[in-house]
């Protein structure tokens, strides 16, 4: 069967850039091992924060405030709400690089973050306990994105368009010639004359099939649900958060739907193969006793767990993304590496993936993303 453009991968990114390509008209099919949105990849979980003042650096602001604008557009076409204005507090000592950038990117933008000292977060929201020499950043206008729904979204309208997604048909071999591509599944052959590749922590294996080796690390991550006193943690009650602590930066969300509170820690994590089953939520010694250290210090209203899970993130070595056309085929798109931060641009990372493979170049400024860092 041929087709305009392939897009291997219909996760987080790759569902986006099926949309956005969907809409040029072009014959577009998606593949993906399994049935998106599904447990065995980076992207279930049912949420994941969106913040506009970036922690990580004020370079990422002008790429997840094109992606805001497009969750807003999803939210429109889909008719579903996706996005909960929770409002988000990071959470750190002032001096510290990701409470710099948020002050950084906030006075850049113009964003409104209401910077206040601990006692003030406390008096605010009784449910955390912080230290003294802690300063909480509080951005209003950012919150919550419902991840599994937002992809559900995206395949449905995606699937209007025309395009066609094949689930369970994991890509076994990826080669070009003469610019034309081929793919094998276990089942079929397809031909396309471009390629998405949006593999998540399986992009490594992928790209080796065309001659390119990224330094892609995927690694095992755990997260879990607490009990928590809705009167306290109810989300039109407390924000998303972010707070870096001396023993590591933990996030986590207020409970919606009665689910309870969720956190999870972002540094750290085991390196593992995506092939390889994964130890469960518990199987790990410290998988419960870190978060609970962590709650019981910083937010200790919150009583017994309910359950955890385990994810993947797939680490780039300065854990910015890769989104770049491939160094020696320019009908070739990649969007790999998002190192656990990526699902709230997954909107504009598909936008620029599909302007990648349309024109070359995308209208937001990617070049922080390119290949030619890691040289
Ligand atoms: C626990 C956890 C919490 C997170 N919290 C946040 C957060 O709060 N905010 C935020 O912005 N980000 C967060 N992230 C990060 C974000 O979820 C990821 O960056 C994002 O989901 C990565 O998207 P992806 O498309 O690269 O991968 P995925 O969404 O995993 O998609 C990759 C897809 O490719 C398919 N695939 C792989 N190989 C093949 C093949 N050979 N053939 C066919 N299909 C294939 C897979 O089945 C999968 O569906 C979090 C991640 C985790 C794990």
Redesign the pocket.
Known sequence: MNYDVIV???????MAAGYYLSKSGKKILL????N?P?N????H?E????RYAYGEGEEYVPFVLRAKELWSDLEKSSGKQLFLQTGVINVGNEESDFIQNIISSSKKYSLPVDIMDSKEVQTRWPGFSLPNNYIGCFEPTSGVLK?EESIQAYQELAEKNGATIITY????NISIKNEKVTIL?DEHKFCSEALVV??????G??LSMLDLELPLTPVR?T?AWFHADEKVYHHTKFPAFAVETSQGMY?GFPSIDGAGIKV?RHDGGDPIS?DESMLAFGEVEADKGDLENYLNKYIPGIQQLKYGKT????LTPDEKFIIDLHPNYSNVAI??G?????????SAVGQALSNLIISGKNDVDISQFAINRFK
């Not at 048909?169 to 076994?172: F, I, K, W």
């Not at 998002?338 to 997954?346: A, D, I, N, V």
């Open positions: 291997i991968g219909a996760g987080s990114m790759g593949l993906d091992s399994f998106p599904h065995n990849g980076s992207h979980g949420t994941r924060i969106i991840c048909s994991r890509v076994r599944t949006a593999a998540g922590a399986w992009t294996q992928l991550k997260f996030y999870g995506p994810c993947m993130y797939t969007a790999a998002f190192s656990g931060h990526g699902f709230k641009f997954s």
